[in-house]
């Protein structure tokens, strides 16, 4: 039988294990499960400001009823995912959000199909948030905005947890 101690040292090791922390000068402020960092993006990011995530349509359509993506174009990622980047050392005063743009794609297996892509930048729990959806779902933008203030109280909790294991 384990000690409590142990035991609460064998937890911590396995929460950090899944656990990626993002501060400024040697504080901790989020604590992102693998799950929610954006793959392809985390290699070129590891000791920046900015906190990649990235979420699949799959994973879009359980948390926001209403997200959909372009037919034919669901396993390409920049129509079908939702991402973005917090960033923690960004501007937290006005912020713009630029027009979706419209882009023909006229290569490759998508040829044919249109992108109509959005970014959308907004300062939530304090910290600069900047991500990106299809204007298909632009009536969705307060349920994002929701969604990702959400997950900011979930990854400074993270940390919170950590410290208390």
């Given amino acids: 039988m384990l000690r409590s101690g142990a035991m609460a040292t064998i937890c911590a090791a396995a929460l950090a294990g899944s656990l990626h922390s993002f501060g400024l000068d040697g504080g901790v402020i989020l604590c992102v499960a693998d799950r929610d960092l954006d793959p392809e993006r985390m290699p070129v990011m590891p000791r920046s400001t900015q906190v990649p995530f990235f979420f699949g ?3 879009m359509r359980q948390e926001i009823s209403g997200y959909s993506v ?3 174009l669901e396993r390409y990622r ?3 995912a939702f ?3 917090v960033d923690l050392a960004g501007d937290t005063g ?3 959000t630029p027009p979706c743009r419209h882009e023909a794609l006229s290569a490759g297996p998508y040829a ?3 992108l109509k892509s959005c970014e959308r930048t907004v ?3 304090g910290l600069r948030v900047t ?3 299809q204007e298909r779902n632009a009536a969705l933008i307060p349920e994002f905005d929701r969604f990702l203030s959400a997950k900011i109280v979930e990854w400074r909790a993270n940390c919170h947890a950590t410290e208390r294991l």
Avoid: I, N, W
Wanted: net charge negative.
């Fill in 131 to 133: 991500y990106r959806f």
């Fill in 57 to 59: 349509a799959a994973d």
């Fill in 70 to 72: 372009d037919t034919g």
């Fill in 123 to 125: 300062v939530l729990d």
């Fill in 112 to 114: 044919g199909h249109e």
């Fill in 83 to 85: 991402y973005g980047t």
């Fill in 94 to 96: 006005a912020v713009a």
């Fill in 78 to 80: 920049p129509a079908s």
